[in-house]
């Protein structure tokens, strides 16, 4: 069975440098062609992955031709976009951009990595910019998988100074979108139009992380 084509946007960050390494590690039977979308191609992570057999597709969000290019002939694509360099209008104006265009060259299925809760009417800008996105998608006419993970690992690194002298130990991780892309993927695959959200989470990272947050804002206030 071929696996087609897999385009991975975000692929210099943690999440899609994680998923495409881990799609380019499959067993040769089951592991797709691998396209990474990257603003620069000249990063080391990026030129890794092109050693490890990626195709590289330079491109930026905010150039819908540029996007175009890079999905041309995809079966998939995971998408992921970065609120923080981008702000709550540009995530939501990327996020919505890669789905339109994936809708328009004709992509089989589309995985979007949003935020854990990002359902619910939080009023915390960074998943209600996801919001947006996850609900243009989930009228946009694609099959479609969106994953809601939790919490990472890396998150504590930008967290040390306010959480080492509370928590000496990090929360159960959210499993990492990479091995649920994958199973997506292969679900997707043999099934044809199948359209879900999956929250990931470890057995205590939503119970820890928010102790963790209880203890800093407490902190704050002192």
């Known amino acids: 069975m071929s696996y087609g084509l897999m385009v991975v946007t975000g692929a210099a960050g943690h999440q899609g440098n994680a998923v495409a390494r881990e799609l380019l590690r499959q067993r040769e039977e089951t592991r797709p062609n691998v396209r990474a979308m990257v603003h620069h191609r000249d990063r080391a992570a990026v030129q890794e992955l092109e050693m490890m057999g990626a195709e590289i597709a330079e491109g930026?969000?905010?150039?819908?031709?540029?996007?175009?290019?890079?999905?041309?002939?995809?079966?998939?694509?995971?998408?992921?976009?970065?609120?923080?360099s981008a702000g709550f209008d540009g995530e939501v104006r990327q996020g919505q951009t890669v789905a339109d265009v994936a809708k328009a060259v004709g992509v089989e299925h589309f995985i979007y990595s949003?935020?854990?809760?990002?359902?619910?009417?939080?009023?915390?800008?960074?998943?209600d910019s996801k919001r947006q996105i996850e609900q243009h998608i989930q009228q946009s006419g694609l099959s479609y998988t969106i994953l809601r993970p939790v919490f990472f690992y890396y998150n504590y690194k930008a967290m040390r100074q306010s959480t080492k002298k509370r928590e000496n130990r990090p929360a159960a991780p959210a499993r990492h979108p990479a091995s649920a892309v994958v199973r997506a993927r292969l679900?997707?695959?043999?099934?044809?139009?199948?359209?879900?959200?999956?929250?990931?989470?470890?057995?205590?990272?939503?119970?820890?992380?928010h102790r963790i947050i209880d203890a800093s804002r407490l902190r704050d206030h002192q």
């Open 60 to 84: 930026d969000f905010d150039d819908r031709d540029s996007v175009a290019k890079a999905l041309e002939g995809a079966t998939a694509v995971f998408s992921v976009q970065d609120f923080f």
């Open 114 to 127: 949003s935020v854990g809760s990002a359902h619910r009417d939080t009023g915390i800008p960074h998943f």
């Open 187 to 209: 679900r997707a695959s043999g099934v044809g139009r199948v359209s879900e959200s999956r929250q990931l989470s470890g057995p205590r990272t939503r119970h820890r992380q």
